[in-house]
Each structure stands twice: as structure tokens, then as C-alpha cells.
């Protein structure tokens, strides 16, 4: 999925010529479908990759613009339900590499799990 989201990101600056936080909302919209499934783990997952990609571009948030401030809420609310996901464990490779992400994530926003 970070693939995907990575890539988008880069049509968005080079081919549509966009700025950073504009291929920031872009790569929301068009990955809405993922962001706001119904199945929590994908949710979970796409908005990981969502801010791995922000964080990778040390993209800096407006935080009065409303955009902002409720893409973060959503990021709470999905990281809120963390625990239920069963990946605290992190057995596998995919499940490691996913939590180092989820670090990666709480650190550039400031927003933990639950």
C-alpha cells in the first residue's frame, strides 16, 4: 500500500506539478476509498502510509487549515483502535516493518496509539 500511495504522491508533484502539501491532499483523495474503508486493519494501514509519505517529504502541516486538522483527527481515531488490530506482536516481516512505521508516524505527528 505505501507503494501505491508513493506513487500517486509522485504523479501529483511531477506530472500535475502540484506542491507538496497539495500532493499531500491529492494522494488523500485519491486513496479515499483506502483511508476510509470499512475493514479497520486497511484504514489502519492506508493512513500509515499516508503520513510515512508526509514524513518522508518532512512535510510541514498548517495547522489552522481545516483540512489539516481533520485528517489528524481521523489519524487518532483510527490509531485510537490500534490494539484491536492484533499487531502489537509483530510476528511477521510485514507486521515489523508496519510498527516501525507506525513509530515513524507517531513521532512526525505526535499522535500514539491505543
Do not use: W
Not at 502510509?49 to 514524513?55: N, R
Not at 502489537?88 to 513521532?107: F, P, Q, R, T
Request: charged share 25%.
Amino acid at each position: 500500500m505505501l507503494f501505491e500511495f508513493q506513487s500517486i504522491r509522485g504523479r501529483a508533484v511531477f506530472d500535475k506539478q502540484l506542491d507538496v502539501y497539495q500532493a499531500y491532499a491529492y494522494t488523500y483523495d485519491e486513496m479515499s476509498d483506502f483511508l476510509h474503508a470499512k475493514d479497520e486493519l486497511v484504514s489502519f494501514k492506508a493512513f500509515t502510509a499516508l503520513f510515512v509519505v508526509a514524513a518522508m517529504d518532512h512535510l510541514e502541516f498548517v495547522a489552522d487549515d481545516p483540512f489539516t486538522q481533520d485528517v489528524f483527527e481521523e489519524l487518532k481515531c483510527v490509531y485510537s483502535r490500534f490494539s484491536s488490530l492484533g499487531l502489537a506482536a509483530g510476528g511477521s516481516d510485514d507486521e515489523k516493518l508496519m510498527l516501525e512505521h507506525v513509530k515513524m508516524v507517531s513521532v512526525f505527528t505526535g499522535v500514539g496509539v491505543g
